[in-house]
């Protein structure tokens, strides 16, 4: 099946594909739980570090590859608040991980008109991680297609326990009543506010065969079709990510109706 994409920095892009159609519809907003780099390493004698680094150049085919698809939001999964217990050479390793990626990684992103974004409570992140967040963030900030948001020291509970502290605040001060608080004004204190009308997860992506959500964007997961493979992270690929769009394809959404 042949299709057009126009993106949004109106350069065109043939895509051939059996795996999806191009014709319906694309999921807006992507998240991906990326598991299984170390058992891809070990599984080739290897230190886990290695499936992590393998794990990054998947980021890279899989950016890409979203992008020219169409997708909105891609949200990975890059480290959870629980991930600081793991042993402190691979915590440092993963935090080198976005130097690396944005120092490599930039200029296609500027190509592609990426965005990044990130979300999680960075302030907590090694100053040489942060640094290289924020100056990714404000290379890429005038760009205007798919946002490329990560998870960097993330938890979908502590962020509902935050934006529910903004709000008890925001009561306490009298600059909103109890009565205010709706969805969508609870929505506006999340972590993904920025996303606007693409808060809401539509596809949730999880590798190596888990069935978890781990803590994952609990609030935005609501309503998400979930998609569980059994291909570990460093080897899912674009053909992955096509096939996967062609299982959501025929799923049928009812957001709890008929
Ligand atoms: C889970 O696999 C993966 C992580 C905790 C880290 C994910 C990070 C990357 C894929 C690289 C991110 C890239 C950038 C640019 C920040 P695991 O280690 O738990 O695997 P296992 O379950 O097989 O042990």
């Known amino acids: 099946m042949k299709g057009l994409f126009r993106k949004r ?76 217990k793991r042993p402190d050479e691979e915590v440092n390793f993963l935090m080198q991980l976005p130097v690396d990626f944005f120092d490599t990684f930039v200029p296609e992103l500027m190509e592609q008109n990426v965005k990044v974004q990130v979300m999680g409570f960075t302030e907590k992140l090694p100053n040489h991680t942060r640094k290289a967040v924020e100056k ?58 920025n996303l606007e009308e693409y808060q809401n997860v539509d596809f949730m992506i999880r590798t190596s065969g888990e069935e978890r959500i781990s803590n994952f964007m609990l609030w935005q997961n609501a309503y998400s079709e979930f998609y569980f493979s059994k291909v570990l992270w460093p080897d899912f690929d674009e053909q992955a990510l096509e096939d996967a769009i062609g299982i959501y394809q025929k799923r049928h959404r009812r957001f709890g109706g008929l």
């Open 136 to 193: 990714a963030i404000s290379d890429t900030e005038k760009n205007t297609g798919m946002v490329l948001n990560f998870a960097l020291n993330y938890g979908g509970r502590s962020e509902l326990l935050e934006a529910s502290k903004t709000l008890a605040e925001k009561v306490k001060t009298g600059e909103i009543d109890v009565e205010d608080i709706t969805e969508s004004l609870f929505e506006e204190s999340l972590m993904t506010r």
């Open 9 to 84: 920095n109106q350069k065109a892009k043939e895509i051939t594909t059996d795996s999806f159609n191009v014709d319906e519809t694309i999921p807006h907003h992507i998240a991906i739980i990326m598991d299984g780099n170390g058992r891809w390493a070990q599984k080739k004698f290897m230190p886990r570090i290695a499936g992590h680094k393998e794990g990054m150049n998947t980021v890279k085919k899989v950016t890409k590859r979203a992008s020219e698809i169409g997708v909105k939001v891609l949200s990975l999964y890059a480290f959870s608040t629980e991930n600081w």
